[in-house]
């Protein structure tokens, strides 16, 4: 079974904290993902990366960095976490090129 | 590029009877199309898959979903629910030559007993 883990169920941060979400695929997979899921809006894509050390911007960026080191890991960044970004973050991996994606749980973000 | 229409934001169904969520896609070549669920607090998993080939395709829990070309849908179906199926839905549609996918805004369905 592929397992996409990511590192917090929940977490709480300060308005102006550097946060850092951090995903772990174990399927060797190529693609990994990073969205954020709001009611009503569905899941929009914020950054992925089809390679180490390769990313792209997906359709809403601003506010956030990404970070693909290894090959299983890929890391979300807010330089300076606000408000409006407290939200559920979801993390996906797939192999090369188009097709399913696979999920993992998700970390519920809060700023306050 | 692609994108996806869930029509229904909410829907309540009565547990033992018929489930039908809609998704409509627009894209110009050959879609690639998906449905997902959610149970409340957890991540994604997939129902079922439409790359090619027969266009009623059958998934996990029961569920199938039938392509439609002409009508740019790819419905969700199941003919009995269960208390279980209640959860939100999420019908997303890719492109051959791209990683990415487009998901619809969802749809919650409410099963009652």
């Known amino acids: 079974d592929v397992k996409v883990t990511q590192s917090s169920r929940y977490l709480v941060k300060r308005t102006g904290e550097k946060v850092f979400l951090e995903c772990v695929q174990d399927?060797?997979?190529?693609?990994m993902f990073w969205y954020r899921q709001d009611p009503g809006l569905g899941l929009r894509l914020i950054y992925f990366s089809y390679d180490v050390k390769m990313k792209e911007k997906g359709d809403i960026p601003e506010g956030y960095s990404v970070s693909r080191e290894k090959k299983e890991r890929f890391s979300l960044i807010l330089e300076s976490a606000s408000t409006n970004q407290t939200s559920m973050y979801l993390c996906?991996?797939?192999?090369?090129?188009?097709?399913?994606?696979?999920f993992g749980p998700g970390t519920r973000l809060t700023v306050t | 590029a692609q994108s996806v229409t869930q029509p229904d934001i909410h829907i309540t169904v009565s547990e033992g009877a018929s489930l039908e969520l809609r998704c409509n896609y627009s894209y110009g070549a050959t879609p690639y199309l998906f449905w997902y669920v959610q149970s409340p607090g957890q991540g994604l998993q997939l129902l079922l898959k439409?790359?090619?080939?027969?266009?009623l395709v059958q998934g996990i829990k029961g569920f199938e979903a039938e392509f439609k070309r002409s009508q740019s849908s790819f419905n969700l179906r199941k003919p009995s629910v269960h208390w279980s199926d209640a959860a939100e839905y999420f019908c997303a549609v890719g492109a051959y030559d791209d990683y990415k996918l487009s998901f619809g805004a969802g749809t919650t369905v409410t099963v009652r007993a």
């Open positions: 996906a991996s797939s192999p090369g090129g188009p097709g399913e994606q696979y």
């Open positions: 439409y790359f090619s080939g027969d266009t």
């Open positions: 399927m060797d997979h190529e693609n």
